[in-house]
């Protein structure tokens, strides 16, 4: 296959997927299904403003047929000609036409399928180390967590904690009271992620390597015999995914009688598992190693890590008897991962360029159907300097997936270690996280309903400001907040591209002075270390919970916060999503969907679907941004009452925000209040 394309061309990230492209009117998606594609491409590429192409290459995997898209190929003149030789065989070819980006990744993910909702510890903050030492180890991190006042809601234990690197076990004398340290953990709403890895240890006495080698599970050589690799273990074979029995087998192995030493709190880390190979061609499988059904590895390389993943999702869903949402963090993935749970970036570095990386790495993933994800905060390997990690920090509580990772050889950099002013500012990233989970709540339940990421590129919402297209240093978390994480040493102003609608000018409030900013495009805000520029959009109503907790499952009946930000109309609109956070009740109705809206001097809260949740939290202030006019009045009316509650408010003139103090509305009923 041959193109010729005329356009301009955002490279976003490796992703084996296909092609999006998009211009001002219209997008389109091309994805290629195929197990391995060269890449060839020489040339210039003419730019022509208005169009912008996403270009995903997983495996090498991609294409083009800019011809489809009006007025984008030149006959004449520069071109970039692009060449794809298929090393495995036939392609498998999907055309989504859109015709908007956001119909592009709606038609991607009826295809593939979507993420989820998590948990909601899932989406709170994680601290993950190779590796925590011992159960005393684990003991004092989360005691100093509490003891800095610093949220936490998981704890991770890489390789070290098992039994000589056999997984499905415990270091026996490290770890030799599992449950005790659960417990401990539990008690506080905190949960635990063990790593469970694919390369099996070649020991005699281990009975997951026995099973695999009776059975004739693992992946065979050419000779037909079983292949033998190098990875964490030392001597190790694979067990191939491929075969069904072998998917039931480790799927059975998270059972509570054969995961000795785990609890209902315990979730699972599939890492290394593209295969990881040490001494394999590109340190992976290598491609002519035989697969159930004769499938040579090169045909199947994409996928193994997928059906990893899948058996272990399976096996978590039987372990919890399908009513408990499992959560799974995979290296390795494939169109389709993301049904079962988060990816993140791989193994970073403690560097500003990969901390400013990280965002359309993130950015890519979200719009390839990957909505779960981000990067080790901090930076996996090496040692970051203080400003660094704090800015890491505030970047991570504003992408999806949020956990903090370090090398065994880097220093310890819990940040309960750190002096006073760096554990504030790092306290208050947390705690920024903590305070919009209800919101990034609600983006994870309209993802499985829609497709739609959470993080998104500016050009999602405003698909026809081309100005957006080539933006990778600010995002959107849905459609209301304008991230512009801090991603430079030393400094002190960034600048922020304030994308605006073409109909009516979009007001933008600072999240923490409500200064206001409108207009498209660049503005330079000053920056301390304490700040990061989030702005929330005019228009918009945005949940939040403001009390402190050690952990996620502690505010689940905490009292919301709502923050309306008046567009130039007087108007505002927001969702809210609820349910009980882990369990499965709400595919059987179990759940409370809401809009929230002000308009002419009304705030009401009304059900969305016929969904009902007994939720004991209740709303416990609202803050009114760009309003006016002070109101004479406030009165509150509640779904079933004939009283009208007046209520007490402050207003401050000079910033037009008003605040009203205990309104007391319950979210298990429709309610409304009314200015006057």
Known sequence: METHTACTILMFSSMNFGVLWHYTERSHLLWLKEKKVLLVYTGKMRQKLGLMCVIFLVGGVVSSLMKLVSGCASEHGPHKEVHFISESGLMDVFFLLGPGPKDVLQQYTGLTGVTPLPQMFAIAYHQCRWNYNDQEDVQFVHENFDKEDMPLDVIWLDIEHTDNKKYFTWDPIKFSDSL????????????????????????????????????????????????????WPGSSSYPDFFNPAVREYWKKQYAFDKYHGTTKDVYIWNDMNEPSVFNGPEVTMHKDKLHHGGWEHRDVHNIYGMLVVDSTFQGLMARGENKLRPFILSRSFFAGSQRYGAIWTGDNGAEWGH???????????????MAFTGGDVG???????????????????????????????????????????????????????????????????????????????????????????????????????????????????????????????????????????????YKSI????????????????????????????????????????????????????????????????KYVYGHLDYQRGKLSFRFLDAGRYSDASWVERIIVAGLRLKPHKIFAQIQGTKDHVELDFKYEAKMHILTIRKPKLPMNYEWHLQFY
């Open 180 to 231: 005790g340290m659960m417990k401990n953990l539990s008690d506080k709403g905190r949960k635990l992620v063990t790593i469970v890895d694919p390369h099996i240890k070649r020991d005699s006495n281990y009975f997951i390597h026995k099973d695999c080698e009776a059975n004739g599970f693992y992946i065979k050589d050419t000779n037909g015999k079983d292949f033998e690799g190098w990875c």
């Open 355 to 369: 901390l400013q990386v990280s965002i359309p790495m993130v950015l890519s993933l979200s719009i390839a159907g």
């Open 379 to 521: 930076g996996f390997f090496k040692n970051p300097e203080t400003d660094l990690l704090i800015r890491w920090y505030q970047a991570g509580a504003y992408q999806p997936f949020f956990r903090a990772h370090a090398h065994e050889q880097t220093r310890r950099r819990e940040p309960y270690l750190y002096d006073e002013t760096t554990k504030d500012i790092i306290r208050q990233a947390i705690r920024q996280r903590y305070a919009l989970l209800p919101y990034w709540y609600t983006l994870f339940y309209e993802n499985e309903k829609t497709g739609i990421p959470p993080m998104r590129p500016l050009w999602l919402e405003y698909p026809k400001d081309s100005d957006t297209f080539a933006l990778d240093d600010v995002y959107l978390l849905g459609d209301s907040l304008l991230v512009r994480p801090v991603t430079e040493s030393k400094a002190t102003s960034v600048k922020v591209y304030f994308p605006s609608d073409e109909s009516a000018m979009t007001i933008w409030y600072d999240v923490e002075t409500y200064e206001t900013f409108t207009g498209r495009g």
């Open 526 to 589: 000053e920056v301390d270390m304490y700040k990061i520029p989030v702005f929330q959009r005019g228009g918009s109503i945005i949940p939040k919970k403001l009390r402190p907790r050690r952990s996620s499952v502690l505010m689940q009946h905490d009292p919301y916060t709502l923050v309306v930000a008046l567009d130039e109309e007087g108007k505002a609109s927001g969702k809210l999503y609820i349910d009980d956070g882990e369990s499965f009740d709400y595919r059987e109705g």
